[in-house]
Structure formats: structure tokens, C-alpha cells
T-cell receptor, first 113, second 112 residues
């Protein structure tokens, strides 16, 4: 069956460092992948989308990579700030042309001042 | 624009009671989705509607029904609530395939 895995353990880093979050998937060939941010008690908010033919995407301090051979996406936050503390979810294209997404369980990032 | 709105924000039910969760979007999106989120499980799709007048099952549809009332509104009904349906429910919408999903604030449901 299709499976998406994110590191369930919280990631604790010092302010100013680069945070790297991992999303691995199996039994799957997604056309695209999305990353969302979720704060406690709120709905997820979209951050970045990367397509299968793109190796890297950037937006301000955020960078996403997509390796279809390794079946892995990495999400980087450079110069991290305490305000970046949240849970980050990766989501893959669930099936062709439907817009359905399959989400990972999320990784909680804590940035300490 | 309000984006995606959900009502109620919080609800307590007894086992066997029924209720309807309401969702509306003002972004003229074609597609709408209902998810549930449980600790350690991530978001799981319950039902979705690719366009007005159509609905389809997601990963965990048992115990739920949906209605796409019009382009703006997509409701989720629990006919006979069970403790296993205790969860946080999110509604989302987008304009179609490969597009960003916009989420509502969620409904926290406790079934006793």
C-alpha cells in the first residue's frame, strides 16, 4: 500500500541554524508534492509545491527538493527563527487528476532562541 | 474574503447521536474535501467533491455521508456517532488538480 513517512520525533534546533525535514514515500509515483505548515489549533497552510520534473524549489528562506529515484523530499528552512516553530506536513498527489492528497503525519519543529 | 469557514468549532456528542458539520468557501473553488486528523495519524481524507454535484469516497468514509449543496458548501454528516469518530475535522478546497488546498480552522468533535 502507499505509504508516506515523516520523522515523528520533534526536531529541536537553535535559532539561525538550518532546519531540514524529511519526507519519504513508498509504492508511489506522485506527479507532485506539497508542503504545509500547521500551527496548534489551526488548519494547515500551504507553503510550497514541487513537481516530479523539478529537482528544487525555493521561496524566501524555504527550499524543497524532490528526488523521485530515492522517493524522498527534503524541506529546508534557512536562518530559522522561533516563529518557524510549527508542525510541517508533506502531502503527495493521491491519484491522477483528482487533486486528492495523501498526507504524512507531520514533523514538529521547535526553534530555540 | 473569509476563505474556508467551518461550523461548529467544537461539539460534544453522545454515542448514537447525529450531527452535520458545515463547510463553506468563498473562493469559487470547484473541489472540496473533508479530512480527519488524529494524533500521530496525519490528515486522512474522508470524502471529496471534485465539482458541484459530484462526491467520492476517500480513505476513511465509513460512518460518514456528505452533501455538496452548491459550489460553495460541502457538509459532512455523522448519522450515528461513535467514540472512534472523536477527532478534529478539517474542510479544504481548491480549484483543481495540482492546486494548493486551502483549509478551514477545523471542528473539534468529542464523542462520549
Amino acid at each position: 500500500s502507499q505509504k508516506i513517512e515523516q520523522n515523528s520525533e520533534a526536531l529541536n534546533i537553535q535559532e539561525g541554524k538550518t532546519a531540514t525535514l524529511t519526507c519519504n514515500y513508498t509504492n508511489y509515483s506522485p506527479a507532485y508534492l506539497q508542503w504545509y505548515r500547521q500551527d496548534p489549533g489551526r488548519g494547515p497552510v500551504f507553503l510550497l509545491l514541487i513537481r516530479e520534473n523539478e529537482k528544487e524549489k525555493r521561496k524566501e528562506r524555504l527550499k524543497v527538493t524532490f528526488d523521485t529515484t530515492l522517493k524522498q523530499s527534503l524541506f529546508h528552512i534557512t536562518a530559522s527563527q522561533p516563529a518557524d516553530s510549527a508542525t510541517y506536513l508533506c502531502a503527495l498527489d493521491g491519484s491522477s487528476n483528482t487533486g486528492k492528497l495523501i498526507f504524512g503525519q507531520g514533523t514538529t519543529l521547535q526553534v530555540k532562541p | 474574503n473569509a476563505g474556508v469557514t467551518q461550523t461548529p468549532k467544537f461539539q460534544v456528542l453522545k454515542t448514537g447521536q447525529s450531527m452535520t458539520l458545515q463547510c463553506a468557501q468563498d473562493m469559487n473553488h470547484n473541489s472540496m474535501y473533508w479530512y480527519r486528523q488524529d494524533p500521530g495519524m496525519g490528515l486522512r481524507l474522508i470524502y471529496y467533491s471534485a465539482s458541484e454535484g459530484t462526491t467520492d469516497k476517500g480513505e476513511v468514509p465509513n460512518g460518514y455521508n456528505v452533501s455538496r449543496l452548491n459550489k460553495r458548501e460541502f457538509s459532512l454528516r455523522l448519522e450515528s456517532a461513535a467514540p472512534s469518530q472523536t477527532s478534529v475535522y478539517f474542510c479544504a478546497s481548491n480549484s483543481g488538480y495540482q492546486e494548493t488546498q486551502y483549509f478551514g480552522p477545523g471542528t473539534r468533535l468529542l464523542v462520549l
